[in-house]
């Protein structure tokens, strides 16, 4: 079976810093594979460039062995990815529904673009799944910019998985959440995995090593390692670069 | 999973606020509208000429409000040279009218023109955003405004003048341009017909995405959609909009003049929509209304005018950040709101 995500050789710089450089690895289907490494690894960068914000200057980029290299965000997402983002970005100033319509509404049929949102069933419905989910229910008529910081990272999920994409670009979800919120957070990604690949970046190792099945650790902007959590674990270089100064 | 009934769908309309928003304009308009008809009737009773003449003249300037609004306030664009299709409207409208007074060929040309000519310049427009969008649509604008002000063949500096009564024919009866009270009603119809286009549009699905790129365009395209495409769409259908309103320009007054392109034309559009409520269609229209009186009125007693609504249009600015219809149109919406629950 052709991996979910397939990455080859992906490399970009910005003004001679190789934020990311020949970096190949395959997110393998109904399975959490996470990125980890120090701050300015590149792991945002590498997102970025996945999901067509950046385009590489080197390497492919593969969705279902579908070759994607270079395709912009909109049509990323159409081909089947969905990502969150590290810094919150919400529709701040529209209710936590419009928020999840908008999401949501590109499981409508073409022509459901010129009717008004009431007649899109899909889109309803999986609203009504989404907020169900995300314990969302309570803040529906809520503006998105006057959650918690909790709500709006669970939000910030639920935008990102609401159009039921095959793969799910995860950057940092459990940001700034507190404790509990995040054992929370880490189940629910869990339970999201049966159904949809997902690309996790965290920086709390634990959770990373509970969660994960493949994990890709990064080093300026290189991939330094990857394999199974006791692997990586186990690993010299890995131990040096990185559980060496983020044992904080 | 439990998927959410239909029953479950509806309630969930109660937490659309851009919708309830839309439906509490609709409310406004339809005040408009009656106090419009009494208006008519007062006219056509006190055999009027002048103020329902006026008045058709807000409603004109009021539907070319309404597609600045739908930039401005519904998708965050500031045009300083929508005037452009105000103006082009009107111009082609003219043109056909003199060789045919026919008002259908007059629209179906000015509609099929506009989609062209919104196209090509929305192209232009919209490679820049914010402020070089504001500069690039002025620019154009003013090109295409000196162009006209220097082509005999439109006229130049006069404009157009000797455009001739326009009998429009409904099927069931005909309405003559320069009848005051019939033009006028005729017009309110017409405005109401471009407003309830807009309002729809932008109650769709397509017409969230606008509000969407509105609030944060940069997480747009990771929800599938091409800010690019769906900027240059409305682009087009609001050069539409304008263009259909400065048709009926050239029916009422006779005459087309190169200052229906400029920027103060472009500019007044701005100061209705802001007066009226950025972002809330109706407000256009009551905006047109009150600067059309106001600009009269103050008009008879001093002219400089234009000092009085630079002053109003600084108060509102700073005490009335949101318009007037952004103060009134909350009010109705929660009251739509509470019905809906
Ligand atoms: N658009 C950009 N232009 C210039 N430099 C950039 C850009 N984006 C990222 N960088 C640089 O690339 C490097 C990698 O940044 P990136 O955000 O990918 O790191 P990260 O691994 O996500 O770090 P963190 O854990 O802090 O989120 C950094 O040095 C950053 O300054
Ligand atoms: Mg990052």
């Known amino acids: 079976m052709t991996p979910a995500l397939q990455v080859e050789g992906l490399g970009v710089a910005f003004g001679g810093i190789r934020a990311v450089d020949g970096v190949s690895f395959m997110a393998q289907r109904q399975a959490i594979t996470t990125v980890i490494g120090p701050n300015g690894a590149g792991k945002s960068t590498l997102f970025n460039l996945i999901s067509g914000q950046i385009p590489p200057h ?30 919150t970005n919400l529709f701040f100033e529209l209710t936590v529904f419009e928020n999840l319509q908008l999401a949501a509404q590109r499981l409508e049929p073409p022509r459901q673009m010129l009717r008004r949102i009431g007649h899109g069933e899909a889109s309803l419905q999986r609203v009504g799944e989404l907020v169900e989910r995300f ?37 940092e979800p459990t940001q700034g959440m507190s404790h509990g919120d995040t054992a929370d957070t880490a189940r629910l990604i869990r339970d999201l995995s049966r159904d949809v690949t997902i690309l996790l970046i965290e920086h709390d190792i634990g959770l990373v090593m509970d969660i994960s099945d493949h994990i890709v650790v990064m080093h300026q902007g290189r991939m330094l390692a990857e394999g199974a959590p006791p692997e990586v674990r186990a690993n010299p270089a890995v131990k040096a670069a990185y559980f060496g100064d983020a044992s904080c | 999973m439990r998927s959410a009934s239909s029953k479950d769908a509806s309630a969930f309309l109660a937490f659309d606020r851009s919708g309830l928003a839309m439906r509490a304009s609709h409310v406004l308009v339809v005040i408009l509208v009656v106090a419009a008809f009494g208006f008519a009737a007062v006219g056509a009773a006190l055999n009027d000429t002048f103020y329902l003449r006026l ?45 045919t007074p026919s008002f259908w060929a007059a629209m179906g040309a000015v509609l099929a023109a506009t989609l062209v000519f919104g196209f090509i310049t929305g192209l232009i427009a919209n490679r820049v955003r914010g402020v070089y969008f504001a500069l690039v649509t002025f620019g154009i604008a003013q090109v295409a405004a000196k162009a006209v002000y220097n082509t005999r063949a439109l006229g130049a500096s006069d404009g157009l003048i000797g455009i001739p009564i326009v009998p429009i024919n409904l099927g069931f009866m005909t309405v003559m341009s320069n009848a005051p009270v019939a033009f006028f ?12 286009a807009a309002a729809y549009l932008l109650d769709t699905s397509f017409g969230r995405i606008l509000g969407a790129l509105r609030v944060n365009e940069h997480r747009v395209p990771f929800l599938g959609y091409s800010t690019h495409r769906a900027r240059l769409s409305i682009y087009v259908f609001a050069a ?17 003049s190169p200052e229906l392109m400029f920027f103060t034309t472009s500019g007044n559009a701005v100061i209705t929509v802001v007066i009226g409520g950025v972002g809330t269609l109706a407000g256009a229209l009551y905006g047109s209304v009150i600067l059309t009186v106001l600009k009269s009125v103050i008009g008879t007693m001093t002219e400089h005018h234009l000092i009085v609504i630079g002053i109003l249009f600084m108060a509102v600015v700073i005490f009335l950040p949101k318009g007037l219809m952004g103060v009134i149109r909350p009010r109705i919406a929660r009251r739509l709101r509470g019905g809906a629950r």
């Not at chain 1, 803040?139 to 799910?168: D, F, M, T, Y």
């Not at chain 2, 539409?240 to 087309?256: D, E, K, N, T």
């Open chain 2, 55 to 99: 008045a058709t003249e807000a409603l004109i300037f009021g539907g070319f409000a309404l597609s600045v609004d739908i930039l401005l306030g519904y998708t965050g664009l500031l045009s300083l040279g929508h005037a452009l299709y105000f103006g082009f409207g009107a111009y082609v409208s003219a043109l056909v009218l003199k060789e």
């Open chain 1, 135 to 171: 314990s969302l229910a309570a803040k529906l008529g809520e503006l998105a910019g006057a959650l918690s910081h909790g709500e709006q990272r669970r939000l910030e999920i639920a935008v990102a998985l609401a159009a039921k994409p095959s793969v799910l670009l995860l950057d």
């Open chain 2, 185 to 196: 009603l005729f017009t309110l119809v017409f405005v109401i017909l471009l407003y309830v």
């Open chain 1, 58 to 87: 080197t390497g492919r980029v593969a969705l279902d062995g579908v070759d994607r290299t270079g395709a912009p965000p909109h049509l990323m997402q159409r081909a089947g990815l969905g990502r969150s983002f590290q810094i």
């Open chain 2, 240 to 256: 539409i909009i304008a263009a259909l309103s400065g048709a009926l320009y050239p029916m009422l007054r006779g005459f087309v």
